[in-house]
């Protein structure tokens, strides 16, 4: 017989008590997160992958700016879309920049995933992991479902092993002469807990 006891499986065989670690798989960030894979949104391969190999210490939020903004599964993969073909074929990235999306729907689009490094904050991307909120949020702000995802994939990460449990937050303006991810976007962020006041290096 088996009974369960704080993350342990305890197997009970002619009278000897044989405990197994387990690891738990079930609730947490990553349980609140539904995320859209990049064959669901039909992403193209990259051109070349360069992995991380190492958890991280840093966030970023960033927000698209321009006219991107969606509220529905079918507009935001014609989004993300969009914005990998303009990372491709006009910046001459590998592949779209960020390692993840959110859209308005509520939902996460798979960028780069965790364990690759992005393009989305210069001089950072090896040591950090890039979360860009569809819309643009200078005089707005992102509803709630897109904020509850962003602050719920970030951890996610943490849950999984591939970004540090002290990990700090930044905006992408704390690290480079923009105006991303947005004004009002900004202050949210900057009440969030791991928001980090620290300075660091600001790449023009």
């Not at 008590?17 to 387990?22: G, K, Q, T």
């Not at 900057?190 to 660091?200: K, L, T």
Request: aromatic share 12%.
């Amino acid at each position: 017989m088996a009974r369960k006891n704080s993350g342990l499986n305890v197997l009970t065989f002619a009278g000897l008590a044989l405990v197994l670690l387990v690891r738990p798989t079930n609730g947490g960030p990553c349980e609140e997160v539904e995320i859209v894979t990049r064959a669901e949104w039909n992403a193209r391969p990259p051109t070349s992958v360069e992995y991380i190999g190492h958890a991280v210490n840093m966030s970023f939020v960033h927000h698209t700016a321009g006219t991107w903004e969606c509220f529905d599964k079918e507009t935001c993969i014609l989004m993300v879309q969009d914005i990998q073909n303009l990372h491709m074929d006009t910046n001459g990235w590998a592949d779209i920049g960020y390692s993840f999306l959110i859209g308005e729907d509520g939902r996460v689009y798979e960028g780069r995933g965790w364990d690759v490094v992005g393009a989305h904050t210069y001089m950072y991307n090896s040591v950090s992991h890039g979360f860009c909120i569809i819309g643009n949020f200078m005089t707005r702000a992102p509803n709630d479902a897109a904020l509850n995802t962003t602050q719920n994939i970030i951890d996610c990460g943490v849950q999984l092993g591939y970004t540090l449990s002290d990990y700090e937050l930044f905006g992408h303006r704390d690290g480079r002469c923009t105006e991303c991810p947005g004004d009002v976007l900004y202050g949210i962020i900057r009440e969030w807990p791991h928001y980090s006041f620290r300075p660091i290096p600001i790449y023009c």
